[in-house]
């Protein structure tokens, strides 16, 4: 049983920058994907960005491109999202996901793909 555990968040003003990291470690799968989803308060659970491991294609929500980056460290098994421009809208509890991904297009948006979570950092970006 793979778990994850997320860093970086914190508080930032508009415009500003962060860095979450997700640090995965136990049994993973031999092909996985690793996802960044967020939740605001009293919204939905929304995709935010997810990197094949083995492949290394990705895939944004159309709010985070340009803005956010997603990338991996294959020797620590963590990934990374880089988060640029941040807008209040942005703000929310980031969480990591990882489940199995065995295709060689963009790694999937849909969070029940997804078997294993992190417990979530928060991300508040102040106007």
């Known amino acids: 049983q793979a778990q994850l555990v997320e860093s970086g968040g914190g508080l930032v ?19 996985y994907a690793v996802g960044w989803f967020r939740q605001a308060p009293g919204k939905d659970r929304e995709f935010v ?11 944004y929500a ?18 990374y999202l880089q988060m640029n421009s941040l807008k209040p809208e942005d703000t929310a509890v980031y969480s990591c996901a990882l489940g199995p991904w065995y295709g060689r297009n963009a ?21």
């Open 62 to 79: 159309d709010s985070v491109k340009g803005r956010f980056t997603i990338s991996r460290d294959n020797a620590n098994n963590t990934t």
């Open 49 to 59: 960005a997810a990197i094949s491991w083995s492949t290394g294609n990705t895939n």
């Open 13 to 31: 003003q508009t415009g500003g920058s962060l860095r979450l990291s997700c640090a995965a470690s136990g049994r993973t799968f031999s092909s």
């Open 107 to 127: 790694p999937p948006s849909l969070s029940s793909v997804y078997d294993y979570w992190g417990q979530g950092t928060q991300v508040t970006v102040s106007s």
